[in-house]
């Protein structure tokens, strides 16, 4: 594919961002390392312009384009449909080598591959989930599930080249150009870790995300993508064997997870100060805690949805010199390594993962502090490992 410009399109929050907007400015960093011109394409959902107005901004010298964010149920059903916003922009450059679409509607997406082909642009799919159940009103619900499938089996297909983070997808999409990359996370302006860490008389566990939509009670916990439940009845088994530990929870509060699952009440109760939530936080308060932890911790259950992503709870963590604790599924393997930037749970084998949390909260500040080290020195979450793949895969389009 020749130079000129990329255009990364995302739901992404600029300036104040979300995960995806730090995967767009990864992404943006890679690609004018190998001398590309971008363009990044977000939204603004505290414009008071109107939806079909652009906002357009610098940010790491990266034009940027908000889009308004309205969430009328008119403009939510827009959404489905509508590229005229994203044609705007590109008419306002003249060199467009590639659109990127970051988990992108299927309508519009099929759209856009017809309108970038008219006009020798490549069209490529940045995708990072396969979405699951939704839990908005009944009619968006379904759309959303008719979406996902679309462009999953569909619209994926149209387009030029996929960019995915799970083997699980490159198999899928067989046949296609597909480059798999992990979770691109690492947090610009990164605080730099100690050399040792502090010692501590116990274990200091974090999980830092939202693990099901909040304001519900949960009757499948099977649909629950992070199995927080699990982690919390893990560390009620090992408490009643007089184990300590501080287990912090950022990203939901104890009434919040209590509506969610109220028969769990009695184990929240029993942990006591065992078991801390704090709510949402803002990113710097939550990187802060992770990298000031002696673990992160996921559990998840193995399902298309978690086979089709990678965490990017797995990458911070690691990137910020923290190992993790985490289920053994997908391409997790490729990039944890057992006993030195982390330690593997088994699907669905509560008594194993209960013995891994047994041998993690028995560890001394040594072995905790050499497996930091060996996460501090990784650099397989770091973007400039990814240029060459990427290039490869831009070089074959």
Not at 251 to 262: C, D, F, H, N, S
């Amino acid at each position: 594919m020749k130079n000129g410009t990329i255009i990364y399109i995302g739901g992404f929050r600029f300036p104040n961002g979300n995960a995806a907007a730090k995967l767009a400015l990864n992404y943006a960093n890679i690609f004018s390392q190998l001398d590309y011109r971008v363009v990044l394409v977000g939204i603004d959902e505290n414009s008071d312009t109107d939806g079909d107005e652009r906002l357009k901004s610098k940010i790491f010298d990266y034009d940027v384009w908000n889009l308004k964010y309205d969430r009328s149920f008119r403009n939510r059903l827009c959404r489905f449909v509508s590229t005229e916003n994203v044609v705007g922009i590109l008419s306002e450059y003249d060199d467009v080598s590639a659109v990127i679409c970051y988990n992108f509607r299927s309508v519009p997406l099929l759209r856009l591959s017809t309108y970038c082909r008219k006009n020798g642009i490549k069209v490529i799919s940045n995708t990072t989930e396969w979405y699951g159940k939704f839990g908005q009103n009944v009619i968006l619900g379904i759309l959303n599930s008719i979406d996902t499938a679309l462009r999953m089996y569909v619209a994926n297909r149209c387009v030029d080249g996929l960019i995915v983070t799970s083997s699980f997808l490159k198999d899928f999409y067989k046949g296609s150009e597909v480059v798999v990359v992990p979770s691109l996370s690492e947090p610009f302006d990164r605080v730099k870790a100690n050399d040792s860490m502090n010692v501590r008389e116990k274990v200091h566990l974090v999980y830092a995300g939202t693990p099901f939509s909040v304001g519900r009670r949960i009757r499948d916990r099977g649909m629950i993508k992070d199995r927080l439940d699990k982690t919390i009845g893990y560390l009620f088994n090992l408490f009643e064997e007089s184990y300590d530990f501080q287990f912090d929870i950022y990203g939901i509060t104890r009434e919040q997870y209590v509506k969610a699952l109220p028969e769990d009440e009695p184990l929240v109760d029993a942990l006591k100060e065992k078991v801390c939530f704090h709510g949402f936080m803002d990113s710097d308060v939550i990187y802060s805690a992770i990298e000031n932890a002696d673990f992160t911790i996921l559990v998840r259950d193995v399902s298309r949805v978690t086979l089709a992503g990678f965490p990017t709870k797995i990458a911070e963590s690691i990137n910020l010199g923290t190992p993790v604790l985490t289920t053994r599924i997908g391409d997790m393997e490729r990039y944890v390594v057992e006993g030195q930037t982390g330690f593997f749970f088994m699907p669905n084998n509560d008594d194993y993962n209960i013995s891994v949390l047994r041998k993690v909260l028995s560890m001394d500040y040594r072995g905790i502090d050499s497996m930091k080290r060996h996460c501090r020195e990784s650099t397989v979450f770091r973007r400039e490992s990814w240029i060459n793949p990427i290039a490869d895969f831009l070089d074959r389009l």
